[in-house]
């Protein structure tokens, strides 16, 4: 049987699956588990993340549009 990649949580001293499908298993089968803790990224790392793959000259732009104040409001007319 290849590896298959399972998502489970661990409650009560048991590892349930977060998906139900058919695992090919039955009870009683012996399995082997290769525990990784999923990585949990920041809103530091998430908000870096934003600019990759672009360009210095597109960062560049998306910070001048995000920095331009002009058009936060409405021009209004003094009367």
Do not use: K, W, Y
């Amino acid at each position: 049987m290849d590896p298959q990649p399972i998502d489970a949580v661990f409650e009560n001293g048991i590892f349930r699956p977060l998906h139900p499908h058919d695992l090919g298993v039955h009870d009683g089968d012996q399995v082997r588990l290769h525990i990784e803790q999923p990585v949990l990224r920041t809103s530091i790392d998430l908000g870096c993340a934003v600019f990759d793959g672009l360009s210095s000259a597109e960062i560049d732009e998306i910070e001048r549009i995000a920095l331009d104040r002009s058009r936060f409001f409405p021009v209004r007319e003094i009367e």
